[in-house]
T-cell receptor
Framework: ETGVTQTPRHLVMGMTNKKSLKCEQHLGHNAMYWYKQSAKKPLELMFVYNFKEQTENNSVPSRFSPECPNSSHLFLHLHTLQPEDSALYLC????????????????FGPGTRLTVL | EDQVTQSPEALRLQEGESSSLNCSYTVSGLRGLFWYRQDPGKGPEFLFTLYSAGEEKEKERLKATLTKKESFLHITAPKPEDSATYLCALTTTDSWGKLQFGAGTQVVVTP
């Protein structure tokens, strides 16, 4: 595997279900991110992790719960979602949060297309 | 309030017809400006990073430039495979790791 991988690629869940999204980066990076991409809206940053520590929660509802067990893996736990949470969820990684020029470039995974019924 | 505005929203080009996409921004302190390409149903693919006004970067038919208020992505002699949504994003000096995205420009290149 190379780059940033995400599983599953597609997920359909009911409002009462609990599911998790997984992201893995094979780039040796230290920072990882979750983004949400809804139709007709710009990508929205959700969470930022640096060296496994959360550094940013962009006012995300508590029904989204991130977990970063190590610098290579990032999870997004989902529970009691709403239909408006249906979107493409993208994971990204960068070498650093804000270091030397070029180290903050973020590389994205293919995304998980989530549909909440 | 920081803003990133891309124009036009959509662009339809004939193969070989060069054009430019615009990304204008109003931020307190630009750290880096990023261009990505996104195909339908896929994650954004990194193209360029620009850090200072006057900087230019090229890759095949694409060239990105940066001024103090805007960035341009020039597409020279496009081919149908250049059809995609092009996203502009930036970080500021006080927003570590927080990419702020524009809404994107959807480019369609017809043979």
């Amino acid at each position: 595997e190379t780059g940033v991988t995400q599983t599953p690629r597609h997920l359909v869940m009911g409002m009462t279900n609990k599911k998790s999204l997984k992201c893995e980066q094979h780039l040796g990076h230290n920072a990882m991110y979750w983004y949400k991409q809804s139709a007709k809206k710009p990508l929205e940053l959700m969470f930022v992790y640096n060296f496994k520590e959360q550094t940013e929660n962009n006012s995300v509802p508590s029904r989204f719960s991130p977990e970063c067990p190590n610098s290579s893996h990032l999870f997004l736990h989902l529970h009691t979602l709403q239909p408006e949470d249906s979107a493409l969820y993208l994971c990204a990684s960068s070498q650093d949060l804000q270091g030397a020029w070029g180290t903050d470039t973020q590389y994205f995974g293919p995304g998980t297309r989530l549909t909440v019924l | 309030e920081d803003q990133v505005t891309q124009s036009p929203e959509a662009l339809r080009l004939q193969e070989g017809e060069s054009s430019s996409l615009n990304c204008s921004y109003t931020v307190s302190g630009l750290r880096g400006l990023f261009w990505y390409r996104q195909d339908p149903g896929k994650g954004p693919e990194f193209l360029f990073t620009l850090y200072s006004a006057g900087e230019e970067k090229e890759k095949e038919r694409l060239k990105a430039t940066l001024t103090k208020k805007e960035s341009f992505l020039h597409i020279t002699a496009p081919k149908p495979e250049d059809s995609a949504t092009y996203l502009c994003a930036l970080t500021t000096t006080d927003s570590w790791g927080k990419l702020q995205f524009g809404a994107g420009t959807q480019v369609v290149v017809t043979p």
